[in-house]
């Protein structure tokens, strides 16, 4: 029988990975195929949804997606074995191999994916990496809300608009953080 390769930080004299961070981690077995796609693909709906303009709103700009894709590569740094688990997977679909666009889905669509998400983390995730995935998520959107191009086409951040905090509000709600 075969079995898949699990990438090892193992050093060349072949210690075990260092204290504190397991080579790979084990909280990604306990998914089933579907929820492993569900729980890897929300980030990049949440960037693709945070950047769309609000009704009567100016488009966002390379700034907000430059900011949506810094925002989940932060989650490389979490201390959470879920968020870097899901961002390694996320950097992994983009070996060169198709895939599919992320697809622009309405307001609907994605809270009832972030719904879905959480209950699918309250089943199975340690609530400690349940809670850190979903602030994430959520912080993926406030990032890309927040960025505008300031008056030399550089990245700044602004207050979020009344519309962006409603976007927020009904995202949290839907991730179960508020």
Request: proline share 8%; charged share 20%; aromatic share 4%.
């Amino acid at each position: 029988m075969l079995t898949p390769e699990v990438p090892m930080s193992h050093s060349v004299a072949g210690e075990p990975p260092s204290a504190g961070r397991r080579a790979a981690p084990s909280t990604t077995a306990v998914y089933s195929a579907a929820e492993w796609d569900l729980l890897t693909s929300l980030p990049g709906r949440v960037l693709v949804a945070a950047a769309a303009p609000a009704s009567g709103q100016p488009t966002r700009g390379v700034e907000a997606g430059l900011a949506g894709l810094d925002a989940v590569a932060a989650g490389r740094a979490f201390d959470s074995d879920l968020v870097r688990a899901v961002v390694a997977a996320i950097y992994a679909r983009h070996d060169g191999t198709p895939q599919p666009t992320a697809r622009l889905t309405d307001l609907v669509d994605l809270l009832a994916a972030c719904r879905a998400a959480s209950r699918v983390l309250r089943r199975r995730a340690d609530p400690a990496d349940s809670a850190a995935y979903r602030q994430w998520v959520q912080s993926v959107a406030a990032r890309v809300r927040r960025a505008v191009p300031d008056a030399h086409g550089r990245r700044a951040d602004q207050p979020a608009s009344p519309a962006d905090r409603r976007f927020l509000d009904r995202l949290g709600a839907a991730l179960g953080l508020g």
